[in-house]
Protein backbone atom coordinates (compact mmCIF):
# COMPACT_ATOMS: atom_id res chain seq x y z
CA UNK A 1 0.00 0.00 0.00
CA UNK A 2 1.64 3.28 -0.87
CA UNK A 3 2.47 5.64 1.97
CA UNK A 4 0.34 9.02 1.84
CA UNK A 5 2.70 12.14 1.66
CA UNK A 6 5.93 9.79 1.34
CA UNK A 7 9.22 11.20 2.80
CA UNK A 8 11.20 11.99 0.17
CA UNK A 9 14.78 11.40 0.17
CA UNK A 10 17.68 12.40 -2.32
CA UNK A 11 20.45 9.85 -2.90
CA UNK A 12 23.49 11.89 -4.58
CA UNK A 13 27.08 10.44 -5.43
CA UNK A 14 29.91 9.19 -7.94
CA UNK A 15 29.41 8.46 -11.52
CA UNK A 16 31.55 5.62 -11.10
CA UNK A 17 31.44 3.64 -8.06
CA UNK A 18 33.67 0.63 -6.13
CA UNK A 19 31.71 -2.59 -6.43
CA UNK A 20 31.38 -2.52 -2.19
CA UNK A 21 29.79 0.94 -3.31
CA UNK A 22 27.70 -0.11 -5.80
CA UNK A 23 26.44 -2.90 -3.46
CA UNK A 24 25.40 -0.32 -0.58
CA UNK A 25 23.79 1.91 -3.21
CA UNK A 26 21.49 -0.93 -4.50
CA UNK A 27 20.65 -2.09 -0.68
CA UNK A 28 19.75 1.93 0.26
CA UNK A 29 17.37 1.98 -2.80
CA UNK A 30 15.63 -1.47 -1.39
CA UNK A 31 15.69 -0.04 1.94
CA UNK A 32 14.11 3.35 0.99
CA UNK A 33 11.94 1.43 -1.22
CA UNK A 34 10.81 -0.59 1.42
CA UNK A 35 10.27 2.43 3.68
CA UNK A 36 7.74 3.94 1.37
CA UNK A 37 10.27 6.73 0.47
CA UNK A 38 10.56 8.59 -3.19
CA UNK A 39 13.97 8.53 -3.90
CA UNK A 40 15.35 11.37 -5.94
CA UNK A 41 18.51 11.62 -7.76
CA UNK A 42 20.14 12.50 -10.72
CA UNK A 43 19.03 9.67 -13.29
CA UNK A 44 22.52 8.80 -14.92
CA UNK A 45 25.13 5.96 -13.75
CA UNK A 46 27.18 4.67 -10.63
CA UNK A 47 25.29 5.67 -7.12
CA UNK A 48 22.50 6.76 -8.93
CA UNK A 49 21.97 3.63 -11.26
CA UNK A 50 22.33 1.55 -8.31
CA UNK A 51 20.25 3.17 -6.06
CA UNK A 52 17.54 2.79 -8.72
CA UNK A 53 17.85 -0.77 -9.58
CA UNK A 54 17.59 -0.99 -6.03
CA UNK A 55 14.29 0.84 -5.64
CA UNK A 56 12.76 -1.16 -8.44
CA UNK A 57 13.52 -4.29 -7.34
CA UNK A 58 11.06 -3.80 -4.39
CA UNK A 59 8.51 -1.58 -6.30
CA UNK A 60 9.53 1.27 -5.41
CA UNK A 61 9.06 5.04 -7.03
CA UNK A 62 12.53 6.45 -8.09
CA UNK A 63 12.52 10.13 -9.94
CA UNK A 64 15.68 10.71 -11.99
CA UNK A 65 16.82 14.31 -12.45
CA UNK A 66 18.32 14.42 -15.65
CA UNK A 67 21.30 17.04 -16.62
CA UNK A 68 20.32 16.60 -20.56
CA UNK A 69 17.09 17.35 -22.76
CA UNK A 70 16.36 13.34 -23.23
CA UNK A 71 14.50 12.04 -20.92
CA UNK A 72 15.56 8.00 -22.66
CA UNK A 73 18.93 8.90 -21.39
CA UNK A 74 18.04 7.98 -17.76
CA UNK A 75 19.16 4.58 -16.64
CA UNK A 76 17.35 1.71 -17.02
CA UNK A 77 16.15 1.71 -13.79
CA UNK A 78 14.35 5.73 -13.60
CA UNK A 79 10.82 5.24 -12.86
CA UNK A 80 10.05 8.55 -13.81
CA UNK A 81 12.85 10.78 -15.54
CA UNK A 82 12.80 14.51 -15.98
CA UNK A 83 15.09 15.94 -18.63
CA UNK A 84 15.92 19.32 -17.48
CA UNK A 85 18.80 20.54 -20.22
CA UNK A 86 20.49 22.24 -16.84
CA UNK A 87 23.29 20.54 -16.91
CA UNK A 88 24.86 20.17 -13.44
CA UNK A 89 21.94 23.30 -12.55
CA UNK A 90 19.83 20.65 -12.12
CA UNK A 91 21.86 19.21 -8.75
CA UNK A 92 19.77 22.08 -7.21
CA UNK A 93 16.29 20.68 -8.23
CA UNK A 94 17.51 17.57 -6.44
CA UNK A 95 18.35 19.19 -3.14
CA UNK A 96 15.13 21.28 -2.83
CA UNK A 97 12.70 18.39 -3.84
CA UNK A 98 14.80 16.28 -1.27
CA UNK A 99 13.77 16.64 2.39
CA UNK A 100 17.16 14.39 3.51
CA UNK A 101 20.14 13.17 1.39
CA UNK A 102 22.54 10.18 0.94
CA UNK A 103 25.80 10.27 -0.43
CA UNK A 104 27.32 7.22 -1.34
CA UNK A 105 31.11 8.16 -2.50
CA UNK A 106 31.27 10.74 -5.41
CA UNK A 107 33.25 13.58 -6.52
CA UNK A 108 32.98 17.38 -7.42
CA UNK A 109 29.54 16.72 -8.27
CA UNK A 110 28.43 15.59 -5.25
CA UNK A 111 30.16 17.97 -2.70
CA UNK A 112 28.23 20.73 -5.00
CA UNK A 113 24.99 18.84 -4.10
CA UNK A 114 26.01 18.67 -0.45
CA UNK A 115 26.93 22.23 0.33
CA UNK A 116 23.35 23.30 -1.58
CA UNK A 117 21.52 20.60 0.87
CA UNK A 118 23.82 21.99 3.56
CA UNK A 119 22.96 25.78 2.78
CA UNK A 120 19.13 25.07 2.61
CA UNK A 121 19.01 23.15 6.10
CA UNK A 122 18.85 19.48 4.74
CA UNK A 123 20.51 16.87 6.27
CA UNK A 124 22.80 14.55 4.52
CA UNK A 125 24.14 10.99 5.47
CA UNK A 126 27.67 10.21 4.28
CA UNK A 127 28.32 6.60 3.78
CA UNK A 128 31.69 6.91 2.68
CA UNK A 129 31.40 10.28 1.21
CA UNK A 130 32.86 13.75 1.68
CA UNK A 131 33.95 14.35 5.22
CA UNK A 132 33.25 18.27 4.90
CA UNK A 133 32.13 18.74 8.69
CA UNK A 134 35.71 18.10 9.42
CA UNK A 135 36.25 21.71 7.66
CA UNK A 136 34.44 23.57 9.77
CA UNK A 137 31.44 24.72 11.33
CA UNK A 138 28.06 24.61 9.42
CA UNK A 139 25.09 27.29 9.92
CA UNK A 140 22.30 25.29 8.50
CA UNK A 141 22.13 21.89 7.44
CA UNK A 142 23.85 19.17 8.78
CA UNK A 143 26.08 15.82 7.99
CA UNK A 144 25.66 12.68 9.45
CA UNK A 145 28.17 9.75 9.26
CA UNK A 146 27.09 5.85 8.75
CA UNK A 147 28.49 2.89 8.33
CA UNK A 148 26.34 0.47 6.87
CA UNK A 149 23.04 0.97 4.49
CA UNK A 150 20.24 0.39 7.09
CA UNK A 151 22.17 2.60 8.69
CA UNK A 152 21.99 5.49 6.32
CA UNK A 153 18.40 5.39 5.33
CA UNK A 154 17.76 4.91 9.19
CA UNK A 155 18.99 8.36 9.44
CA UNK A 156 17.32 9.92 6.39
CA UNK A 157 14.28 9.19 6.98
CA UNK A 158 14.48 10.30 10.76
CA UNK A 159 16.01 13.64 9.78
CA UNK A 160 12.67 13.76 6.86
CA UNK A 161 10.84 13.30 9.61
CA UNK A 162 12.15 15.99 12.10
CA UNK A 163 11.80 18.43 9.17
CA UNK A 164 7.94 17.63 8.90
CA UNK A 165 7.34 18.24 12.48
Known amino acids: MPVP ?22 EVGRLL ?6 VYCGGMAGAMEAVCKGV ?14 D ?3 ANPHVKVPVATGMG ?8 H ?17 MAAALNLGRTVVCLRSWEVDRLG ?7 AHAMSPDEAVRAALEAAASRRA
Open 5 to 26: NPPRIGVIGGNRLSPDDYGDAV
Open 33 to 38: ARAGAV
Open 56 to 69: AQEGGTSVGILPGD
Open 71 to 73: PAA
Open 88 to 95: YARNYIIV
Open 97 to 113: SSEALIAIGGSEGTLNE
Open 137 to 143: RMERGRI
